[in-house]
């Protein structure tokens, strides 16, 4: 009964630990893609709206702008979904792996969560042939992130679970 006990927690905290590195890693890409094509768009409507052009890009940061950060973080969110749908299977093949084998490392968590990004997102490229050298790269940064912050959430505890399993007589000499 303990055992299932400790199971059921565990089970709760890796869903934690996924659901916060899922959107920590949908965040960080949406603000990577999304962030200069949108201080773009907002310079050029600022241009289209007052006829003027800023000249000094440090007077007034596009990026810096709350529209701007409201959308990344809306786009963010949505994408968390896409992100989670696409990367299911891996996700669950690595998280598996970690806890049995008892993985608790921060470098193992890294290497796995950026072999799950590349996984998800090659098998999510349309055609059969790679993805640029960029896309390659932010694929793997995007892993590193969500594999940090499901490191600090529930990577660090992985297999504790089958460390606490107690038999009737356990402790009795």
Known sequence: M????????????????????????????????????LSDFFAELYWLLTGTVQTDPHAHPADASPLVLLIVLLVGLFSSIHV??????????????AEFMRWRGLTINLVLAGGVALAAGL?????????????????LATGFVGGFFYWLV???????????????YRGRD
Request: proline residues 5%; without cysteine.
């Open 2 to 37: 303990q055992f299932a006990g400790h199971l059921i927690v565990r089970l709760l905290v890796i869903f934690l630990g996924l659901f916060v590195a899922v959107i920590a890693a949908s965040l960080f890409m949406t603000f990577g893609l999304l962030a200069g094509a």
């Open 84 to 97: 989670l749908i696409v990367s299911a299977l891996p996700v669950l093949l690595a998280i598996a792996v």
């Open 154 to 168: 529930a990577g660090r505890g992985a297999g504790r679970w089958l460390d606490r399993t107690e038999g009737p």
């Open 123 to 139: 098998g999510a490229h349309p055609g059969g042939g790679l993805p640029s050298q960029g896309t390659l790269v932010v694929l």
